[in-house]
């Protein structure tokens, strides 16, 4: 093959990936190139904690994007472990009703299904910011008030105070983009 062909075929080889790549960009996020959800919060992350408990923190919430302006009708699970230093241990898992996130942060709640703590039936929030392997979260059950008699709106929680243990901060917030009316 001459240079000059090799040099073409090159070049159309590299117009091709670039314009699958641009189209799949398009398309959106989500496999066969429809519309990508309109948020979500992934990931798992232990919380650092010096004295030496061990607290791990995972979650699997979706708004699908039909459900744009509805973010009481997000999906999924998030769940919570923590073995304390003397090797007690407490833990849950909640259903997600409300999730809504901005730029890297996220606010989940959900009422907790299964777990060997007062929270069982309760609602309770989380809050995440995604700063890649820094990130940081926050509880809704931080405070005085006994975690049995709080009312937890949905979509609500605390800051995200808390920092996570150094190299384990997989949290992925997908931004949330509402779609308003144009004002007329």
């Known amino acids: 093959m001459n240079r000059r062909t090799k040099i073409a075929a090159l070049g159309l080889a590299l117009l091709c990936t670039v314009g699958v790549a641009g189209s799949a960009g398009a398309l959106g996020d989500r496999a066969g190139g429809g519309p990508r959800e309109a948020a979500a919060l992934t990931g798992t992350a232990k919380l650092?904690?010096?004295?030496?408990?061990?607290?791990?923190?995972?979650?699997d919430a979706h708004l699908a994007a039909e459900d744009t302006m509805d973010p009481e009708a997000a999906t999924g699970t998030f769940a919570f472990r923590h073995v304390?230093?003397?090797?007690?241990?407490?833990?849950?898992?909640?259903?997600?009703?409300?999730?809504?996130?901005?730029?890297?942060?996220?606010?989940?709640?959900g009422v907790v299904t299964d777990s060997d703590t007062p929270f069982t039936g309760k609602r309770v929030g989380v809050s995440v910011h995604d700063l890649g392997r820094h990130d940081r979260l926050g509880y809704s059950w931080v405070g005085s008030e006994p975690e049995e008699t709080k009312k937890l709106p949905k979509c609500m929680s605390a800051a995200p105070f808390e920092k996570v243990r150094g190299g384990t901060g997989d949290f992925r917030v997908l931004p949330w983009q509402p779609e308003y009316p144009e004002a007329g």
Not at 49 to 55: E, K, L, T, V, Y
């Open 48 to 59: 650092y904690r010096p004295a030496g408990d061990d607290i791990t923190f995972t979650f």
């Open 84 to 109: 304390f230093p003397d090797g007690r241990s407490a833990r849950a898992t909640a259903r997600v009703d409300c999730l809504i996130t901005g730029g890297k942060v996220a606010v989940v709640t």
